[in-house]
């Protein structure tokens, strides 16, 4: 018989409950607007979880907009919301002031449309399942070439950040909306 450690995330209001406090620097903020969802914080096991219930709430929005963003790049969380964006026909941004690393990058990708503006920073972070992380990317861009930048780059104590030849190589960017680089 299988038992689950914890209990399952469980959303109320707008909110991922937990039984005991959850550090602040671990969680994800998310802010509906209009059609847009903006993202912040860090990429965990509850962010799904709380997408479903934004979304639910928002039934207009279809593109989220990713401010802030980190989270462990190639994690059962961070490829499973990046699945979760894709199914929901999300499109994602970001704007010139974003920076998104590790596992935010993984949710980046799982948008259906892929746009930055000009000053936007992605930095790459190795994953911890390099062989989900390598399908995950293959899945979402067509090729695992940004899974294995990211393990062989991204090794560093920081990540490391990526020029726009490197995203544009990489598929990190749709490559069917024109320019890679929107204006605002």
Excluded: C, W
Excluded at 72 to 77: I, L, M, Q, W, Y
């Amino acid at each position: 018989m299988f038992r689950r450690s914890e209990p399952a995330p469980v959303a109320r209001e707008g909110f991922v409950v937990h039984e005991a406090p959850v550090p602040q620097n671990n969680m994800t903020a998310f802010l509906p607007e209009g059609d847009t969802i903006f993202l912040s914080g860090s990429i965990n096991k509850d962010t799904a979880v709380g997408f479903a219930s934004v979304r639910e709430a928002n039934p207009d929005a279809r593109r989220l907009v990713m401010l802030e963003a980190d989270g462990v790049a190639g994690s059962p969380e961070t490829l499973a919301f990046g699945r979760a964006v894709r199914e929901a026909g999300f499109s994602t941004h970001l704007r010139n002031d974003s920076v998104i690393s590790g596992g935010a990058v993984d949710a980046f990708i799982g948008g259906t449309q892929r746009t930055m503006e000009d000053g936007a920073v992605i930095a790459v972070k190795s994953g911890q399942d390099v062989e989900a992380h390598k399908a995950f990317a293959t899945e979402m861009v067509g090729g695992d070439g940004y899974a294995r930048f990211a393990q062989e780059f991204g090794q560093r104590r920081r990540p490391r950040a990526m020029t726009i030849a490197e995203i544009g190589a990489m598929g990190i960017v749709s490559a069917n909306v024109g320019n890679v680089l929107e204006t605002n």
